[in-house]
């Protein structure tokens, strides 16, 4: 069964930094773009990142220069480095991929920014 886990979430103060990561398992011929949304309570769930197979990225305004994502294709493996943290990146992040042509979505994992 192909599936997508996030971890490394968890409680962080304003201005530190958090890393998660999510990794694909399961038979997977190929991957495409990976990406990472987030969903804030009451909100509707929105792009964050992309890194695409030959590892160029894209990053929404609201996180470009703070954030990074990458990809190990050795390890089936994308991470996101969330650094200088506001409190309103607080969400639950989710990882995106597109898999043996199919797309598949992780059951995310929090992160919650606060003093």
């Known amino acids: 069964q192909v599936q997508l886990v996030e971890s490394g979430g968890g409680l962080v103060q304003p201005g530190g930094s958090l890393r998660v990561f999510c990794a694909a398992s399961?038979?997977?011929?190929?991957?495409?773009?990976m990406r990472w949304y987030r969903q804030a309570p009451g909100t509707q769930r929105e792009w964050v990142a992309s890194?695409?197979?030959?590892?160029?990225?894209n990053y929404a305004d609201s996180v470009k220069g703070r954030f990074t994502i990458s990809r190990d294709s050795a390890k089936n493996t994308v991470y996101l480095q969330l650094n200088s943290l506001k409190p309103e990146d607080t969400a639950v992040y989710y990882c995106?991929?597109?898999?043996?042509?199919?797309?598949?979505w992780g059951q995310g994992t929090q992160v919650t920014v606060s003093s």
């Open positions: 995106n991929a597109v898999m043996n042509f199919r797309e598949y």
């Open positions: 399961g038979r997977i011929i190929s991957i495409g773009v």
């Open positions: 890194v695409s197979s030959d590892g160029s990225t």
